[in-house]
Structure formats: structure tokens, C-alpha cells
């Protein structure tokens, strides 16, 4: 029997002892201020509200924000924001919202999984305002984000969010946790925003799309991949990846980011 999508991703999560994780995997909030993404129905709302010195909650359905904001209207410290995730700009949410503080936000959600992916990319490319994150994700997708290279999990997704931090796959869950249930496992995961751009010598928008090049073919080698870019010649790119001490037929899901920056470093900036 097939399985009507909810619009704008609703599985509202009805699992109360993973709420509770969830809120828990945060830390210790109490200083901090915490920005939930997808609200919905409030399954983390209070919870959040209790422990976080300030909470902003981004929900983009308009029936469901504003049933948000008259619940939470008489809390100074509590802010209901009808918006598109997509589209905010983490740096200045606080000034749109009227919450004072200016550290690095703790970011939460049971993401929406029609647009997860944008979601994690727009969270990666605002990193700097953003110490943590744990989001609920599919589990197929919270597996990737977590590899180790060298597992057949890791790719484009795994070395992306690897570059702005450390990993981790907390629990997974059933789809019975939701309501109504997804049509998949879904999982939780932290990251611990750490970018690691500068200690590798890289430039974070030229090594990322670097990256794109390295996975766009998951079947063929490194240096297939890099030579149909062409954007180095053959020999300069099996130069560099034996200088990193590998085998020239080596496949990017088995090389950790330390030697693809190794690499990148001697293709593209030879003198840094
Ligand atoms: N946090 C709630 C829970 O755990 O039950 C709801 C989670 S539900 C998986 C995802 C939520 O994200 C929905 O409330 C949906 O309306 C909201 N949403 C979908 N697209 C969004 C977007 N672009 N920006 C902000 N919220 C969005």
C-alpha cells in the first residue's frame, strides 16, 4: 500500500522518550540560544522553552505558526518566526526576532525530508553561527553524514558535513515514532561545529566544489574523476595523489579528507 506524503514533510513526532533525547543530545542549553527548525505541533517546542535561555522556532506553515505564537505570545523568551528555513539568514535571525544575544545559536529539528539536504547545506555554509546542530534526518541519510571514509556510506554528503565538524549518529528510530508514520527509518545525528578549512589550508568554497569533482562518478577512480574536470592534467593529479601516498587507482570514498586536502593543496595552490 503506498503512503501519501504529508505536505511540507509533516511526520509529527509522537515518541516521547525521543523528544527527550533529542533535547538532551543538546546539552546543557541553559546559556544559550536555541533555534528549532520545523516546530509543527510543538513535540520539542516546550521542552526546548524550558531548558533554553532563548528560543526561535522557524515554522513556514501558516496555520501552525501562528497557533505557535499565540501559545507562546507572553514568553519574552520565546520567539515564533513564520519563514522558510531556506531563506533565513542565521546571522541576523536574533535582530529579526527581538532575542538579545550574540553567541553562535545551538540548532535543533526534526527536518522536514522533502528538503533535507538543502537544509544541512544551508546550515553548513552559515557555520560560523552555529556551535551544534542535532537534527533528525532518514537514517540512510544520517549513516552517510556519519562514515568514515573508506566505508561504501561515504561520499559527497560525509566529506561536506566532515569539513564543518564532528559527525556523530546518535539513535534511530522506527517510522511508528511519528504520525503519520514516513515511508522510512529516520535517525538522529549531532554535529559539533568544528570547520577544519583553515588547519587544512584550504579555501572553503574552491575545496568544496573540489570535492563535487573528486565524487562525481562514485565508480570511477580519483583521478578519472579529476581528469574529466579537467581542470588538471593527468599527470599533475596522479603526481599529487601519489604524493599523498596513494594508489593512483584509488576511488574518493577511500581517501580521508587530510589527503584530499593534501591533494587539492598541490593541484591548486602548490606554494601553500
Ligand atoms: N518538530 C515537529 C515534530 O517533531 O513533531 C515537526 C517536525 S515535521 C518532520 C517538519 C516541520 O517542518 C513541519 O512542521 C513543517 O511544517 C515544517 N517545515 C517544512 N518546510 C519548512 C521550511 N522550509 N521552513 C520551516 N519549516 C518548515
Known sequence: MSRKKPKLGQNFLIDLTARQRIVEALGDISSSTVLEIGPGRGALTDLLATRAQNLIAIELDRTLAPRLTEIWKSSGHVAI??????????????????????????????????????????????AASISRAVVMVQEEVADRLAAPSGTSAYGLLSATAQMHGRVEKLFALPPEA?????GVSSAVVRLDVHPRFEELGVERI????????????????????????????????LAAIGGAGLSPNVRAEAVPLESMAAIYRRLYSPRG
Request: net charge neutral; charged share 20%.
Open 206 to 237: 574552491a575545496f568544496l566544489r573540489f570535492l563535487q569533482m573528486c565524487f562525481r562518478q562514485k565508480r570511477k577512480t580519483l583521478v578519472n574523476n579529476l581528469k574529466s574536470a579537467d581542470t588538471a592534467g593527468t599527470e599533475d593529479v
Open 81 to 126: 518566526l513564520q519563514a522558510d528555513i531556506l531563506e533565513l539568514d542565521l546571522a541576523i535571525v536574533r535582530a529579526v526576532t527581538g532575542i538579545a544575544g550574540d553567541a553562535p545559536l545551538v540548532v535543533v529539528g526534526n527536518l522536514p525530508y522533502y528538503i533535507t539536504s538543502d537544509i544541512l547545506l544551508r546550515l553548513f555554509a552559515q
Open 178 to 182: 511519528f504520525s503519520p508514520a514516513p
